[in-house]
């Protein structure tokens, strides 16, 4: 990374100092040619200028203009006297704030001539006044008249300025005729530009310090950004000589033939050379779209400022620009450094030096037969939790430097490149073709020299140890591994070596295990699916009670249906629904389905609980919140599974006692499969016990399973217990149950599970046929 940046850095510098030089001749060549074609380009600079302008307040003309036809649009509709008038009036008004003023009026005196204006923060609306009224069925009529003729004038729809008498201000006004369905003038619709807000926007014009700009009307009144000057003195003979030039009368004569613009062909410029005050300046002027003349006064002397000691002025501006080229240039190789500093941290561990994870996936894109190694540090957390994290990070610069110097000196690893992985991980690139035979000695080395490592925190000595996953290219009789596979593999590596408390393991293909996490995968998104989609279901198997030949209770017992509505058994998901902590919100809607199916139903019904379950202080304050809220605790026999191993019987018992509390009952399921039956019967106020189906199902034909099975019954008779046999799988089994003394039974011979509720069944007796419901 380091020389990469150094050739970057010198390069930029070299190219910061082509530039220059380049830039430096350049000009010169170019003097004479500039000094030559500056007039010109002032002449260009000026007449761009001025259009950019003309074209400023030509679209300002047109936007007013559709404005006034909108509001003729609208007062064409007639609207009725009132609100409905004044809100066309002020929303003409607010779609285009560069107005004033909005008048709507008709030529029958009957209807109300409106006027709405903006005053201060607010939309007024008044009465026109009747001199006004006048004024505008004079200009109604003329324009009237031109429509007719069909040859009107734009310029007719303008007036000059004139002072407007109901808001007391300076205007000029645009109109447009109010045609009824037939097409019949039927009255005026007139828009306001405040004379104040034409000199703010001619007063926009900067070509030079002395320009000022102006815009004359058909009276040839002038509205002039001199009207805003400061020295209203040494500014109104300017504009009395401007007034007096009467410009409107010189538009026809020739035009500057030094400069070519095609927008000449509809404002064609003009330019005069004036006396203006005793100063010398050069107008240019053009007519508006409005038949308005709008033009600016150059001072002559400002232009020939520009053309005075060219050679000088150029040499200054080469100076400047160099110096301001040089600190661009210093600037932007900092810039450069700074980003390139960044990209090698975003590659490097801030904490050893070394490259990091970030660095090792860039480098296995473009690797290709190596093997990488994955180095974990045994009992690290234990470290940092005794010694704290300063000493963690001791040990792992003290291991990563050791490694470093061990893999630069040891022709065994030659070429091989260490990386600091999250936390307590290195790895270590090695290229070349490799197996586990070869790379084993050189691995079993490196342990040694881990386990042999001096590192000492506050003189107190640690011994170190790693596990290793080990992962190659070249896989044998599998398809070989890519160098982004590689990271994958020697990941599956190492978690099998601590899995199995082996120093190192070898990735192999040909095992699958990778396969078997991508189903693992598949299979945690199918969960997830049928749990959001409400495939999650519960079936019931029936418990038959073998005194009354009835059904009185069922076991509730969960299933997943998959895409096409087939149940799955538990044993596929179970396991996973563990790993990937949705175990919870299985048992939670297990325990809402059955509670839902059974509320106001006469049977009982159990749910499994897991010691999981049953010391998940969220989970359990659901359960006993659900059945209490649902007065059903009558109703509920919590399974205990006795195969899960229960330790912490005072958590345990906490729950038993508050569900009992609600007249829960307690059975320990699969009894008989463990070493401490009889304890967790003693100790946890077992009400069944569910004979596990291991030694129910032997029952017609293992006389040892017979004589275990009538010792647990005789046992629970004497605890006052009652007994349920599990996989009742046929007549014989059952009557075996009957003899034992077992009060229900399960089983296929009963029932399988089912969605539905079986509530009545037929058993066939090893000696003669029986029917109860």
Not at 281 to 295: C, K, P
Not at 579 to 594: E, G, H, N, Q, S
Request: aromatic share 6%; glycine share 6%; proline share 4%.
């Amino acid at each position: 990374m380091l020389p990469v940046k150094r050739a970057i850095m010198i390069l930029l510098s070299l190219m910061v100092g082509l530039v220059l030089v380049v830039s430096w001749l350049m000009a010169s060549a170019n003097l004479e040619f500039a000094e030559k074609a500056m007039a010109q380009l002032r002449q260009r600079q000026i007449a761009d200028t001025f259009y950019a302008n003309l074209d400023r307040i030509n679209a300002h003309h047109r936007l007013m203009a559709q404005s006034t036809a909108g509001l003729a649009r609208a007062g064409s509709l007639m609207p009725r006297p009132g609100e409905e008038l004044d809100d066309s009036l002020r929303r003409a008004l607010r779609d285009f704030p560069d107005t004033h003023g909005s008048t709507l009026w008709y030529a029958n005196a009957a209807l109300p001539a409106r006027y709405a204006y903006r005053q201060e923060q607010r939309l007024a609306v008044t009465d026109v006044p009747s001199a006004e009224q006048a004024q505008l069925r004079e200009w109604f009529q003329r324009l009237r008249a031109a429509n007719a003729a069909a040859d009107s004038d734009p310029s007719q729809n303008w007036t000059a300025a004139y002072y407007k008498d109901s808001i007391s201000s300076v205007v000029i006004s645009h109109a447009t005729l109010i045609t009824n369905n037939a097409g019949t003038p039927i009255g005026l619709a007139v828009t306001d530009w405040l004379a104040d807000d034409i000199i703010r926007t001619i007063s926009r014009v900067e070509v030079t310090p002395g320009t000022f700009s102006f815009l004359l009307d058909h009276a040839n009144r002038n509205l002039s950004s001199l009207s805003a000057a400061t020295d209203q003195a040494q500014a109104q003979p300017l504009i009395n000589a401007v007034i007096d030039l009467q410009l409107g009368n010189q538009l026809e004569p020739q035009t500057l033939p030094q400069i070519v613009n095609a927008r000449q062909l509809t404002a064609p410029l003009q330019q005069l050379q004036q006396t203006l005050a005793g100063d010398d300046y050069r107008l240019f002027f053009a007519r508006s779209q409005a038949g308005m003349i709008f033009g600016i006064g150059v001072p002559q002397a400002e232009i020939d400022a520009v053309l005075a000691p060219m050679r000088e002025s150029n040499l200054r501006i080469q100076l400047i620009a160099g110096v301001i080229m040089l600190l661009i240039s210093g600037l932007v190789l900092y810039l450069v450094a700074g980003t390139l500093r960044q990209l090698q941290n975003l590659y490097t561990d801030s904490l050893t030096g070394l490259p990091n994870r970030e660095r090792l996936l860039a480098d296995l894109k473009k690797s290709h037969t190596a093997s990488l190694i994955l180095l974990n540090i045994d009992s690290f957390k234990e470290i940092n939790d005794f010694y704290g994290h300063s000493c963690g990070d001791h040990v792992i610069i003290s291991l990563a430097h050791a490694l470093q110097e061990k893999l630069d000196t040891n022709p065994d690893w030659r070429g091989a490149r260490l990386y600091r992985m999250p936390a307590d991980e290195l790895a270590i690139w090695l290229p070349g073709h490799h197996n586990a035979e070869q790379l084993t000695p050189a691995l079993e080395d490196l342990l040694a020299f881990i386990g042999e490592l001096q590192v000492r925190w506050e003189d107190q000595p640690l011994t170190l140890n790693a596990s290793l996953g080990v992962a190659c290219s070249q896989q044998g009789n599998a398809a070989d591994l890519s160098g982004e596979q590689l990271l994958h593999g020697a990941n599956i590596a190492l978690e099998l070596a601590r899995l199995n408390l082996e120093s190192f393991v070898f990735y192999d293909a040909s095992q699958r295990v990778r396969e078997g996490y991508e189903q693992n995968l598949i299979g945690a998104n199918r969960l997830r699916a049928a749990l959001d989609s409400g495939r999650i279901v519960a079936f019931y198997q029936p418990i038959l009670n073998l005194a009354t030949g009835q059904i009185d209770k069922y076991e509730c017992l969960v299933r997943m249906l998959d895409e096409q509505g087939e149940p799955v058994s538990p044993v596929h998901f179970l396991d996973l629904a563990k790993k990937i902590r949705l175990y919870r919100t299985l048992t939670r809607r297990m325990v809402d389905l059955a509670l839902e199916r059974f509320e106001g139903q006469p049977w009982s019904f159990s749910l499994n609980l897991s010691c999981e379950d049953l010391l998940d202080p969220e989970l359990s304050d659901h359960i006993l919140d659900s059945i209490a809220s649902r007065g059903m605790g009558k109703q509920v026999i919590f399974e205990i599974l006795e195969s899960e191993g229960i330790e912490n019987y005072s958590a345990v018992r906490q729950f038993i006692d508050r569900a009992k509390a609600q007249g829960c009952r307690i059975a320990i399921d699969d009894f008989g499969t463990g070493y401490s039956n009889f304890e967790h019967l003693l100790r946890l106020d077992v009400d069944l016990i569910k004979i596990d189906g291991s030694l129910i199902r032997q029952l017609d034909s293992n006389p040892t399973a017979l004589t275990l099975c009538r010792g647990i019954v005789q046992f629970a008779q004497e605890l006052s217990m009652q007994t349920v046999a599990e996989f009742v799988h046929n007549p014989a089994v059952l009557n075996q149950v009957r003899a034992l003394g077992i009060q229900h039974a399960q089983g296929a011979a009963i029932g399988m599970p089912s969605a539905s509720l079986i509530t009545e069944i037929r058993v066939l007796d090893a000696d003669k046929p029986s029917a109860s419901s």
